[in-house]
């Protein structure tokens, strides 16, 4: 309830805000809207008049005038006084109905001042709503000339807004121009920038949107324009960008010490390795081979942990980009199976690789990160499996083209658990990670391969059980696929296979593809088992460690109804001094484990006439004869490294081979040696290091290339020997001229091979 103090209070306010309201407006006066009147002549002239006629009457009676002159007298009189009434009343009639009118006139005036008032008031109040949205409001005319400019505006370049009237933006410091005609053509153009404001000494940035609009009817240009403050958010985006600026270079710097770090590194493990090798070769004790071969192995795991952080460097800068190019699935799983073969024979483990017929001869992808990745899961299913083995399937899935190609490793390790499943793929993760494992690592090389894999548009999974091994598989797009190889699926068609090993693993690989290629294949363990499928068996494939030296297993299955079965060994590869007495023995020829498919096809058509259509092998004997060198004369060799270790394991690495060598540490001297008048010889090879004093490997294969070309010589195969095994760096050595690139630490006899292929092309 409103008290009467209350009520007081409120009417005395809204009447001081009422006449606040009154004190602001304008007063405007109505004209008068009625006709002028005539002057109206005094009322005691007319009665004066009147009278004067009455007396003449009065005394023209007296004196005895006729009768109808004072009659005629008295009539004027009174017509006049009748006249002068009605005239009178009209009048006063006519002034009522004018100021009636005059009144309702006035009136209608002040209704429409009080419109014009309220809309007045609604624009200031419109105007002031602007202004405290802190917004930017300008009207401009057609040539670029300020109509209006709200307050805001004004006081933020220090103008009385009264001032700005006819004034362009340019002249006012600020940097928008005017939309040109043809752009709103068809009416209307709406056009949006940021634009940089200097007030009192700051820059403050504004988003500019102006509708520019032209009326077809009158053809008249505005542009009106709305400007809001976003320096706040220019601010934090400069920020942003100096914040990612500074940890872009503190990537940079990481990835650059990384590898420096790496390189550094790699330079003196190839002489560990190299030399480590090197003494392996010599006449040992067994108590020496040992500790070498510890050397060896411990080398090899620190290697591998330095390629996993180097990757992962690159990857964590976002420097990784796949290099997609034509390659072989099969190719590529063979070799990395027999680069990693002997690491699972030497645990005792069986290796096998599977390659299915519908695999296609090439895709498009990155043969690099695809190997990278072979190698750590097959690395992995290795070093966790005690006991069975590891298997390799390569298979085509997926009804759509281009399909995928599947690889999945699988293994008898000990498995995984659901928790560990979930992150295993994680970086710095282990399955185990107590300090009590049995095994180590960095827990980064399924990170690595779980992104590689993702870069090249796959996928990979694992699935896995506690005490029943793992199966990691990954999967990636076969773009580019060109047709399966021309390998006849029944081409083993009516044959039967018998495979007598231990390594289970390793021979239902090989049964399945004997088996995939129209065959049929059993499997036994022992020579008893092996007995019940010796009917209808052309070919017996024995492990060589399940023969003694007097060939007794295999006279036991000649026995035991083996005596018309073909008989092949499989060796390993420490065991090919075995090959003599094993052929001394009855075995035909023999299978180098782990062993590639189409060389296991090749070895078991070659009794049938036909190889894939070609004609009968000359001998079984030959089939898998290793394959001479290329060449039987010593080549002449130089080698420009500055690290007396690494020049003294390739120098002994190439003169134990046969071959030529002289050695110059630096790149200026390489050129010298062979472009130089008092050159020896011309040389058959050069392996020139990349980073060298007085002048660096690639300026050296520069100069030499150079003055090649100027006396018009053969070019002689140039060699990089690098400890930075980045796929940019090989291109890049190769585009200055290189004929070929070798990854430090070297294997001597990688190092061999390469030289004399080299040499021969």
Request: hydrophobic letters at 40%; one cysteine or more.
């Amino acid at each position: 309830m409103m008290t009467e103090s209350g009520t007081t209070d409120e009417k005395t306010t809204r009447g001081a805000a009422m006449a606040d309201t009154e004190s602001h407006r304008r007063i405007i006066t109505p004209p008068s809207l009625a006709p002028a009147l005539p002057k109206e002549p005094p009322r005691g002239l007319y009665f004066t008049i009147l009278v004067a006629v009455l007396v003449l009457a009065g005394l023209a009676h007296l004196t005895g005038a006729p009768v109808f002159i004072s009659a005629s007298l008295f009539a004027i009189g009174l017509a006049g006084m009748v006249l002068l009434s009605r005239s009178l009343g009209e009048r006063a009639r006519a002034a009522e109905a004018i100021t009636e009118n005059a009144s309702r006139n006035r009136a209608e005036i002040e209704t429409l001042a009080d419109r014009m008032w309220e809309l007045q008031e609604s624009e200031e109040r419109f105007r002031g709503l602007i202004d405290a949205l802190g917004d930017l409001v300008v009207h401009r005319d057609r040539d670029g000339r300020i109509v209006y400019a709200n307050k805001v505006f004004a006081e933020l370049i220090g103008q009385d807004p009264r001032d700005l009237a006819g004034r362009t933006l340019a002249e006012l410091g600020v940097d928008v121009g005017v939309v040109p005609d043809a752009a709103f053509s068809d009416g209307e153009c709406l056009s949006s920038t940021d634009v940089g404001i200097r007030s009192i000494g700051v820059v403050r940035w504004f988003s500019w949107i102006e509708l520019s609009v032209r009326d077809k009817t009158s053809n008249v240009v505005s542009h009106r324009a709305i400007a809001r403050d976003i320096t706040a958010r220019k601010r934090a985006e400069a920020a942003l960008i100096g914040a990612r600026e500074r940890a872009e270079f503190a990537s940079q710097a990481k990835s650059r010490f990384l590898a420096t770090v790496s390189h550094e590194i790699r330079t003196p493990m190839n002489g560990i390795m190299g030399m480590a090798k090197l003494l392996h070769d010599t006449e040992l004790s067994p108590e020496q081979r040992t500790y070498v071969g510890a050397v060896s192995t411990s080398a090899s795991a620190l290697l591998a942990l330095i390629e996993d952080l180097l990757d992962y460097s690159k990857i964590e800068a976002g420097r990784f980009d796949p290099e997609p190019q034509p390659m072989s699935p099969r190719e590529i799983a063979d070799n990395v199976v027999e680069l990693l073969a002997a690491r699972a024979f030497g645990k005792g483990i069986g290796l096998g690789c599977h390659v299915a017929p519908n695999v296609p001869q090439m895709i498009t992808a990155d043969p690099g990160r695809v190997r990278q990745v072979l190698l750590n899961l097959i690395g992995n299913a290795i070093k966790f499996t005690d006991a069975g083995g590891v298997r390799l399937n390569v298979e085509r899935t997926g009804d759509n083209d281009p399909g995928k190609i599947r690889f999945t490793v699988s293994d008898t390790g000990p498995g995984l658990r659901a928790e560990d499943v979930e992150r295993i793929f994680e970086e710095f993760e282990q399955a185990d990670g107590t300090s009590t494992r049995s095994h180590g690592g960095a827990g980064l090389g399924l990170a690595i391969s779980k992104r590689l894999v993702t870069a090249m548009g796959g996928t990979i999974t694992v699935n896995s059980l506690p005490g029943e091994g793992s199966e990691f598989a990954f999967e990636l797009p076969a773009f580019g696929a060109t047709d399966t190889p021309q390998t006849d699926a029944d081409a083993l068609a009516g044959r039967r296979t018998v495979i007598l090993s231990k390594n289970t693993t390793e021979a239902e690989a090989l049964a399945e593809t004997i088996r995939a290629h129209g065959g049929r294949a059993d499997i036994a363990v022992t020579p008893e088992q092996a007995a019940a499928f010796a009917e209808g068996c052309n070919a017996l494939l024995v492990d060589a460690a399940l023969e003694e030296n007097d060939g007794r297993t295999l006279k036991q299955l000649r026995e035991s109804g083996f005596a018309a079965s073909e008989a092949v060994t499989l060796i390993a590869p420490t065991d090919r001094g075995l090959l003599g007495e094993l052929r001394a023995s009855g075995y035909v020829t023999f299978l180098a484990r782990p062993v590639r498919g189409e060389t296991l096809l090749r070895v078991l058509l070659a009794n049938q006439g036909v190889v894939q259509g070609k004609p009968q092998l000359a001998s079984r004997r030959t089939a898998a004869k290793p394959a001479n060198r290329p060449h039987q004369r010593g080549l002449s060799v130089l080698i420009a490294e500055d690290n007396d270790i690494n020049a003294m394991l390739a120098r002994a690495v190439l003169v134990k081979a046969g071959h030529r060598v002289d050695v110059v540490n630096n790149g200026k001297a390489a050129v010298e040696a062979v472009t130089g008048a008092s050159r020896k010889r011309r040389y058959d090879v050069v392996l020139m290091d990349m980073h060298m004093p007085v002048m660096d490997g690639l300026d050296a294969i520069s100069a030499i290339r150079r003055h090649e070309e100027q006396h018009g010589l053969g070019a002689v195969p140039i060699m990089v020997l690098s400890a930075d095994s980045q796929e940019k760096t090989r291109h890049a050595v190769l585009a200055h001229g290189a004929s070929g690139f070798v990854t430090k630490p070297l294997d001597p006899d990688v190092l061999i091979n390469l030289v004399e292929q080299r040499a021969a092309a």
